[in-house]
């Protein structure tokens, strides 16, 4: 699967979707991957009868800490009381030089789980600077040596089959390696634990900072996490300022929504608390650092736009990979939607939320179907898709992004009432036979899609509203598009135009009530309340 780029356009991003599609048995391995996960969560959701209130608790955790500099300060003092050492950098490159500082003399590093490392291409510029990084996560490791891009938090390799990942070993190891997933797990095992012996720094991510405790978080599976905090002489932490949260108490709420909606499982096998570095006052009572863990624990906090970010919804995320299995564009096309380090629309979103225009249009600006799906499902109700139509009103009004297609799909609203670009007459055809008057207090909006590709849900909408006692009038072919493309194209005064112009258009019909059987005209005629409330006039799905 090609992996997610930086800043390519739109044409490029086509390319690369192409590619990315026609790799089915990757998709298919991904899609039955996600499956899995959601049949856990069923099975266990007896067991988490609170997930609704730990999610409004979430939500108002990151509506109060996000971009709170205040809570950030408490938090690095904290971390500073407790003996780690805290940096904040304030961009990639800052981040970048001061773990290369961090790794001065060293030819080795092992790491685990941390979307900001792949965000700042950590592992890249390390390798160019002659550090070897081994990931030691298996998932990461196994995506790590097949080059291609994680598709799911935690099941990075989720699409790949065993026997695929059984090729890839026999090549690395240059001997048959069985498809057994026991066998499997053990070689990469086995080899993994021979780096982390030998290492002397390990970088972990962090799945939240208790500000009150100066405590990092983490939460891991495998136990890799651990050796990789715990046995080299220096812990590296590399994380990010929304990942502060007031307490421990904060943090585990996090980290119990985070495993449940990512793996299924109700806990994780392990939650690492770590308080600074290990030491021991055994001998006469003085105090020295290094007994069984690390001597130096260092935290790295990777701002990078984040804490002047205008929008900081997006950084309500806690990476638990929701939103990308039930997204529809992601299922198609996978992880070449989305940035490095963050999967699906949030990755755009984090860029365009940063004024990463550019970043946001290679990310999948416009994968994006709007449909809102993932706000559904999102444990911290980011609104992605307000977000994607902000960023792109912004790219359009600069220019950027624009596909002829988008332009054409426009002149279509204006010139043809429809962005299907046929003549505005055809969309009236499948109510022709029907008789159905063109004023009345309840009239039918059966939308451009459904007029023209699905004409038998607009016959049968008209039965089901008859047979109510309805008496549906319809505008026929006079009936305008609703702007519901022009608004997910970022053109806003076009959506505007047409949505005051179809409520026009139902007064002139005398419509007390209109029903729509489409979700996208209901979404963009009640997108304009006051225009509603101006004509007096319900919509209704
Ligand atoms: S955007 Fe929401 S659903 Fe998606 S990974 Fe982040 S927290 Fe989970």
């Known amino acids: 699967m090609p992996s997610p780029r930086k800043a ?5 991003l086509r390319a690369v979707v192409d590619r990315a599609v026609a790799d089915r048995a990757a998709l298919d391995g991904m899609r039955m991957s996600f499956s899995t996960i959601v049949d856990r969560q069923r099975e ?4 988490i009868p609170d997930l609704d209130a730990r999610k409004e608790r979430l939500r108002k955790t990151k509506e109060a800490c996000v971009g709170d500099e205040e809570m950030l300060a408490q938090a690095i003092a904290s971390l500073r009381g407790n003996g780690f050492r805290v940096i904040v950098a304030k961009d990639a490159e800052a981040a970048r030089r001061a773990i290369r500082e961090e790794l001065r ?3 080795l590093v092992v790491k685990s789980k941390s979307n900001v490392t792949k965000e700042i291409r950590l592992a890249e510029m390390l390798e160019a600077e002659g550090i070897q990084v081994v990931e030691t996560d298996l998932g990461d490791r196994i995506v ?4 291609c891009a994680p598709v799911h938090p935690t099941g990075p390799a989720c699409h790949m089959t065993r026997g695929e990942i059984s090729r ?3 090549k690395h190891f240059d001997r048959p390696v069985s498809e057994d997933p026991m066998e499997l797990t053990r070689i990469m095992r086995d080899e993994i634990a021979s780096y982390i012996v030998k290492a002397r720094a390990g970088i972990t991510g962090a799945n939240a900072i208790a500000a009150n405790e100066g405590a990092v978080v983490i939460v891991h599976n495998e136990g890799n996490a651990s050796k990789c905090s715990m046995l080299p002489d220096k812990h590296i932490v590399v994380t990010t300022p929304e990942k502060v949260v007031p307490s421990l108490d904060d943090a585990v709420n996090v980290t119990k929504l985070q495993t449940y909606l990512s793996t299924g499982k109700i806990v994780s096998s392990y939650i690492n608390v770590v308080t600074g570095p290990s030491y021991t006052a055994d001998i006469e ?6 007994m069984h863990g690390p001597k130096e624990v260092v935290v790295l906090f990777v701002d990078d736009g984040r804490l002047e970010a205008g929008d900081k919804e997006p950084q309500y995320c806690i990476g638990c990979g929701m939103c990308l299995i039930h997204c529809p564009a992601y299922n198609v096309v996978g992880p070449v939607f989305g940035s490095p380090g963050h999967m699906g629309g949030i990755g755009v979103l984090l860029e365009g939320s940063r004024g990463r225009d550019d970043e946001a249009l290679g990310a999948g600006l416009y994968l994006c179907t709007s449909c809102g799906a993932c706000t559904e499902v999102c444990p911290s109700r980011i609104d992605t898709k307000k977000g994607v139509a902000a960023i792109r009103r912004r790219t359009r009004a600069s220019g950027k992004g624009l596909l002829p297609e988008h332009t054409a799909v426009l002149s279509s609203i204006r010139n043809y009432e429809n962005p299907w670009q046929v003549p505005r007459k055809q969309k009236g055809k499948w109510s022709s036979g029907l008789g159905l008057p063109r004023k009345g207090e309840v009239l039918y909006f059966s939308g451009c899609s459904t007029s023209l590709l699905f004409a038998e849900t ?4 008209v039965r089901l509203l008859t047979a109510c006692g309805a008496e549906p009038a319809h505008l026929g072919e006079a009936e305008r598009c609703c702007g519901s493309v022009a608004r997910k194209l970022g053109d806003e005064n ?13 007064r002139a019909a005398g419509a007390k009530q209109v029903v729509t059987s489409c979700p996208g005209c209901s979404s963009a005629l009640k997108h304009y309340p006051e225009i509603a409330d101006r004509y007096g006039i319900e919509v209704q799905h």
Do not use: T
């Not at 266990?44 to 067991?47: F, K, L, P, V």
């Not at 790590?144 to 080059?147: D, E, K, R, S, V």
């Not at 009572?285 to 290094?290: F, T």
């Open 8 to 12: 390519a356009g739109p044409k490029d």
């Open 44 to 47: 266990n959701a007896g067991r």
């Open 105 to 107: 003399g060293l030819d």
């Open 144 to 147: 790590q040596l097949a080059g």
């Open 168 to 170: 890839l070993f026999s």
């Open 285 to 290: 009572k003085q105090v020295y650092a290094g």
């Open 458 to 461: 607009a016959s049968r909408a």
């Open 494 to 506: 076009l959506a505007r135009s047409r949505a005051e112009q179809c409520f026009e258009d139902f």
